[in-house]
C-alpha cells in the first residue's frame, strides 16, 4: 500500500529588489489576512525602516528588542494579544525574526520578515534559534508568510553581515554531504530534490563571487535569492538539514565555549573548510571552499575568527555531543585528528 505524505510549508509572496519596501503593504493585501498587525524590531533597524513601515498600515503597534531571548518572545506574545494582532511583521536582522517566528507559533498567527540584513538563512526559513544561557534553542517554526527583501536596504547593513550571509550559503556543499551520509548509514530520511536545489544555490552563489563586493547593491541580490532558495530547500525537507551539518554543530559549540566572538555565517563557513577535509581528505575540495569564502571576504582561520587555536579543537573535538545529528563527525574525532585538519586546511 502506498502511504507516503508529505507537508511542505513555503512562503507565498516573496519580493526581492530595489525598493520593495515601499510594496510591503501590497504584499500583505495579498495574503489575505485579517486583523492589524504587531511590528516586531530592534533600535537600529527601527531607526532605519520603522516608519516607512508604519506609514502603510492603518493600525500598527509596535515592539522593539534589545536581544533575542525568551522574554522577547514573551514581550511580544503579550503585546500581540493585548493588540489583537492578526499577524507580526519582523523586521531587522536574525534577532527581530528568531523572535517573531517563535512568537507567531505561540499565537497562532503568521509573520511577514522584511530582513535589514542579509547575515543567514534564518530570514527565510521557518527555525529560529534563541540562546539560553550557554546553550541555543533551535526550534521548528512555520516560516514567514511573505518575505520582502529591500535591496537597497540589505546594502546599506555592514559588509560582514553580507559576507557571513555568503558563508551560510557555501556551507550547504558539507551540510548536504553530512545529510547523504546521514541517509546512507543511518536511514535518514533524505530528499533528493532539497539536496540538489540546496547545493546548486551554494554552486550559482561560488559562481558569482566575483561581483560580490561591499558597495555594490547587487550583492544583496545575489545573497538574498541564494538565502531564500536555501530556505525554500529546508522547506521541502521539512528540516534544516539540506543547509546544517557538521559545520554548524562546530559552530553551535564555539557559541557555547567562545559566545559572540564571530557571526553564525562566518563560523559555519570555517567549519566547513574544516569539515570538508574530514569529508574528502588532504587533496580533496577544502580548497575551493576556502577560495569561495576568501572570495567573497569571508574568514578562514581561527584567527580570522577571532578565536584561539585552542577553543577551535575544542569545538571541533566535541561538535558531534550537540544534537543528535548524524554526520561525518560520527562518534567524535580525536584531539591529534582534529589538530591535523585545522594545520593542513590553514585554520590554525
Ligand atoms: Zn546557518
Redesign the pocket.
Do not use: T
Given at each position: 500500500m502506498f502511504d507516503k505524505s508529505t507537508w511542505i510549508k513555503l512562503p507565498r509572496n516573496v519580493l526581492q529588489g530595489h525598493g520593495v519596501l515601499d510594496d510591503l503593504a501590497d504584499a500583505v493585501a495579498d495574503l489575505y489576512l485579517s486583523g492589524d498587525p504587531l511590528l516586531v524590531t530592534s533600535p537600529s533597524p527601527e531607526r532605519i525602516a520603522g516608519d516607512r513601515v508604519r506609514a502603510q498600515f492603518d493600525n500598527v503597534a509596535t515592539v522593539s528588542l534589545d536581544r533575542a531571548s525568551f522574554e522577547s518572545v514573551e514581550r511580544v506574545v503579550e503585546v500581540g494579544r493585548e493588540h489583537d494582532a492578526g499577524y507580526l511583521i519582523a523586521l531587522g536582522g536574525g534577532k527581530p525574526i528568531d523572535v517573531a517566528k517563535m512568537a507567531s507559533d505561540e499565537l497562532n498567527c503568521g509573520f511577514v520578515s522584511v530582513p535589514t540584513a542579509a547575515s543567514?538563512?534564518?530570514i527565510v526559513s521557518g527555525r529560529s534559534s534563541i540562546p539560553e544561557g550557554d546553550t541555543r534553542h533551535s526550534v521548528a517554526a512555520d516560516p514567514p508568510l511573505a518575505v520582502v527583501a529591500d535591496t537597497e536596504l540589505l546594502a546599506e547593513s555592514p559588509w560582514e553581515l553580507t559576507t557571513a550571509g555568503c558563508a551560510?550559503i557555501i556551507?550547504n556543499y558539507t551540510a548536504v554531504k553530512d545529510w547523504e551520509l546521514a541517509h546512507r548509514l543511518k536511514n535518514v530520511e533524505y530528499s533528493e530534490y532539497a539536496g540538489a536545489l540546496s547545493q546548486m544555490t551554494a554552486e550559482m552563489l561560488v559562481q558569482s563571487a566575483d561581483s560580490i563586493k561591499p558597495g555594490l547593491e547587487e550583492s544583496a541580490w545575489i545573497v538574498t535569492k541564494a538565502l531564500v532558495s536555501s530556505g525554500v530547500a529546508m522547506s521541502i525537507a521539512g528540516s534544516s538539514r539540506p543547509?546544517?551539518g557538521a559545520e554548524?554543530l562546530f559552530?553551535h559549540q564555539l557559541d557555547r565555549i567562545a559566545p559572540n566572538r564571530a557571526l553564525?555565517?562566518h563560523q559555519?563557513g570555517v567549519g566547513s573548510i574544516l569539515t570538508e577535509y574530514f569529508h574528502s581528505g588532504p587533496r580533496g575540495e577544502w580548497q575551493d571552499i576556502r577560495d569561495a569564502l576568501s572570495t567573497v571576504g569571508a574568514p578562514t582561520t581561527a584567527n580570522e575568527l577571532g578565536i584561539d587555536d585552542e577553543t577551535v579543537i575544542d569545538a571541533l573535538t566535541t561538535a558531534h555531543e550537540i544534537r543528535d545529528r548524524y554526520t561525518i563527525l560520527g562518534d567524535g574525532v580525536s584531539e591529534d585528528a582534529a589538530i591535523e585538519a585545522a594545520t593542513i586546511t590553514g585554520v590554525i
Open positions: 543567514h538563512d534564518g551560510d556551507s543547509a546544517s554548524h559552530s553564525h555565517g559555519v
